[in-house]
Structure formats: C-alpha cells, structure tokens
C-alpha cells in the first residue's frame, strides 16, 4: 500500500492553505505604502496559491470546479493587490469575471445557488484588490467569506467552509476594530 493510499494528501494541502489563510485574515489590517511589505498580503497571496493547488486537486478526484474558480480569481487578485494596481483597472477586471462566471454557472448548473457563491467570491476579490487597513476592504471580505462558507456547506467542502469561516470572523473582528472609535492618548 503506497503512502498517497494512506494519508489524504489533498486535505492536508488544503488544511495547510487554510491555516496559512485564516492566520492572514487574523493578522492587524493597517494601512501600509506597499503592498508588498504586508504580512497579511503575502500570507494571503501564498494562502491562495496553496488553496488553488488543493482545490485542483479536489476537483480531479470528483469535487466542484468552482473551488477553481474561485481561487483562480483570488491568486489574480492577489496579484493585483500586491502589485498595487489601481481600482480602475482590477475593478472592472473582477466585475467582468463575475458576470462571466455567473452567465456560465446559469448554464451549466440548475438553481441559483453557485450566484451566491460567485458572488462570495467576488466579494474576496474586491477584498483583496482594496487598500489594506479599510472598512471596505474588511467588509467585502466578511461577506464574500460568508457566502463562501454559506455554499461550501452545501457542497459538503469541510476544507472551504471551515476557512471561509474562520476568515470572515476574523474579517469581522478586523471590521469592529476598524470601526471602533478611537480614544485620544492621555495629556
């Protein structure tokens, strides 16, 4: 018996680009002059990449392609956010991938349930593409994690639900900090 028939090597990818994920999403969200100085940023960008290999991975051995979907467009997102790319551009890009992944999913799938999921995954996107220490990105990330989690419990994906999550609470927590109003420092 070989070791790939003893140990579930997909959910240990997947378990390990979660963990990689939800440790960016806990990470402080400050704003920051380049991307690419950011912690949270990297952890998120090489998260992604890692989740894309398990989601391959899974929908090879008969899981749902739209785990593809969504962690191709979120490693393009990552690109865009650590290169900094303006809202003008990577905007209307996501916005076209959304509306291209929703034509699609209505034609191949029956129901409106993968619409909920896509546009969970735009709302990632948006996240990612947005300035670090925001509302805007924290609350984009909130709602498309819980949209996420929201589908991936239907297509009984433990690895996605239990990041995405974790990811839009810690998302969350991030939101309430950034909304929080600041005391000024004693005299």
Not at 125 to 146: F, I, K, M, N, Q
């Amino acid at each position: 018996m070989s070791l790939s028939h003893m140990v579930d090597i997909p959910g240990i990818i997947g378990i390990a680009g979660g963990v990689i994920l939800v440790a960016g999403a806990a990470s402080p969200d400050r704003p920051i002059l380049r991307p690419v100085a950011s912690l949270k940023n990297w952890l998120f960008a090489v998260g992604g990449f890692v989740m894309l290999v398990y989601s391959v991975m899974n929908w090879r051995l008969g899981g749902s392609v739209f785990f593809v979907f969504l962690e191709g467009l979120v490693n393009l997102s990552s690109v865009f956010m650590m290169l900094d790319t303006d809202d003008r551009i990577d905007a209307p890009i996501i916005g076209v991938a959304t509306v291209g992944l929703i034509l699609w999913s209505l034609r191949l799938f029956p129901g409106f349930r993968t619409i909920l999921f896509i546009l969970g995954l735009a709302g990632v996107a948006v996240g990612y593409c947005s300035d670090a220490g925001t509302r805007r990105r924290e609350t984009a990330l909130l709602a498309g994690s819980a949209l996420i989690a929201g589908f991936s419990y239907l297509e009984h994906n433990w690895i996605f639900l239990w990041l995405n999550f974790f990811f839009a609470v810690f998302s969350l927590s991030q939101l309430v900090f950034l909304i929080r109003p600041r005391r000024p420092a004693a005299p």
